[in-house]
């Protein structure tokens, strides 16, 4: 069977997109896993289906390149506003997803009759440890520490869909990433395994990121870990709540602001290429 697939990437976080309007997908799982390898298949951190919805303008599935499936990625949920806009023709903008988190609503900015960039109501960051999920006494878990690997780091943990578990300190670029990331996924204090953020305030309102996802290994940008990012920023007072926090990601900058009501995130969304896939 093949299928045509559109490859789209979110400052670098990379997904291979389909749409699912007029068919159904078979075994998606297995497709992620033989699909995301970078190099004897298409590549990239997984796959997104875009299917109807009986909600909301469009319904978002995604799965990450070890095939488990997710509830959110806010990278991925802008490229399908762009999607929805350019492709399947829902030429408003203001639309929505939705997500196994909820319904998302994306604003877009369109120049030249293209989506240029795309902020998204990302909801409420979630706190509790039992909902993150994360096995923590404390609530809310901010800045706690946590034994991995045999060090001592101090984390802030929290849900924007997807479990996160933030690290602030030094340069980012500096810590080994492949050896620690995997040890903090798996730590038994994270019964959903968890994405984690190594965070450095470089400037006011202003952070430098890298990212370990679950499913995924580390990935040039993660939407809601910026968000993540962002509010445990605030809550540490590295930064300033209401205002716009400039997040730079090896892929690029997303920008992160933390309301009363919501937390909004903005950034760009763009086609890499198209292409037919065998299934």
Known sequence: MTRTFYKMHGAGNDYIYFDCFEQDFPAPAAAAIKLSDRHFSVGGDGIVLILPSEIADA??????????????C?????????????????????LTVETLSGVKTLELS???????????????????PAEIPAEF???????????????????????MGNP??????????EIDLREIGPQFEAHSVFPARVNT???QAVGKNELKMRVWERGS?????????ACAAAVASVLNGLCERNREILIHLKGGDLTVRWTEETVLMTGPAAFAFKGEAEL
């Open 59 to 72: 319904r978002m599935r995604m799965f990450n390149a070890d095939g488990s499936e997710g509830k959110m």
């Open 217 to 225: 290994g580390e990935t040039l940008a993660c939407g809601t870990g």
């Open 197 to 199: 953020e190594f965070v």
């Open 137 to 159: 006494s404390c609530d809310p878990v901010v800045n706690v520490p946590l034994e991995v690997a045999g060090q001592m780091f101090r984390v802030t943990c929290l849900s």
């Open 110 to 128: 369109v120049k030249n009759g293209a989506v240029a960039s795309v902020t998204a109501d990302m909801g409420k960051p979630v706190f509790a």
């Open 74 to 94: 806010g990278n991925a949920v802008r490229c399908v506003g762009k999607f929805l806009y350019e492709i399947k023709g829902m030429r408003r903008e203001r």
């Open 164 to 173: 996160h578990c933030v690290v602030f300190g030094g340069d980012p670029d």
